[in-house]
């Protein structure tokens, strides 16, 4: 069984450019939430995918959207990237069974420094 | 507003004896619990779970407690052990919903 993967690992960027982070999920799972984590705090949801449509949306602007493909893998896009976009981006996918999602399962993260 | 709470940023244990991590919540509508493990450049491990309709779930050296009453949930490590020092969050979920709402994190140090 293959775990979630996300690349790159690091990643450094300048103000006002744009990014683009990859996920691939754990193999049977169909939905990929993603996550920022800023340093000392806990994981914020930014949005989730299933079915290759929005899933729900955490209190993130616009800029930050995201892709779910056919096979489950994901994308987290970011334009015009501001100072305080400076974090671990963290990929999670889980298997929606019915209307419930629970157990969510992690991928390494990738790292995101702008400047 | 943070709806999950971990008041204790680190707690230290020697090794054998009993940890006791601590998370408090203020959303009613919460229904289900996790806790994750996350160690330096790797992403959160899931440990453990458990529904609001149980107050207590097991595996092995981890156990959930939840008293819904007064909003709180705690795991208990027993024995810990060196390998189990990591920052701990606690999260929930709504209603099988999308979004996980965790906590700030338990930095665990099991010394030996």
């Known amino acids: 069984e293959t775990g979630v993967t996300q690349s790159p690992t690091h990643l450094i960027k300048t103000r006002g450019q744009q990014v683009t982070l990859r996920c691939s999920s754990q193999s049977g799972h169909n939905t990929v939430s993603w996550y920022q984590q800023a340093l000392g705090q806990g994981p914020q949801f930014i949005f989730q995918y299933y079915r290759e449509e929005e899933n729900g949306r955490g209190n993130f602007p616009p800029r930050f959207s995201g892709l779910q493909f056919p096979n489950y893998s994901s994308e987290l896009n970011v334009n015009a990237l501001e100072l305080d976009d400076s974090a671990l981006y963290l990929c999670?996918?889980?298997?929606?069974?019915?209307?419930?999602?629970?157990?969510?399962?992690f991928g390494p993260g990738t790292r995101l420094t702008v400047t | 507003d943070q709806q999950v709470k971990q008041n204790s940023p680190s707690l230290s244990v020697q090794e054998g004896r009993i940890s006791i991590l601590n998370c408090d919540y203020t959303n009613s509508m919460f229904d289900y619990f996790l806790w994750y493990k996350k160690y330096p450049a790797e992403g959160p491990t899931f440990l453990i779970s458990i529904s609001s309709i149980k107050d207590k779930n097991e595996d092995g050296r981890f156990t959930v407690f939840l008293n819904k009453s007064a909003k709180h949930l705690s795991l208990h490590i027993v024995p810990s052990q060196p390998g189990d020092s990591a920052v701990y969050f606690c999260a929930a979920l709504t209603g099988g919903g999308n979004k996980l709402t965790f906590g700030t994190g338990t930095q665990l140090k099991v010394e030996l």
């Open positions: 999670a996918s889980s298997l929606r069974v019915g209307a419930g999602v629970y157990e969510q399962y």
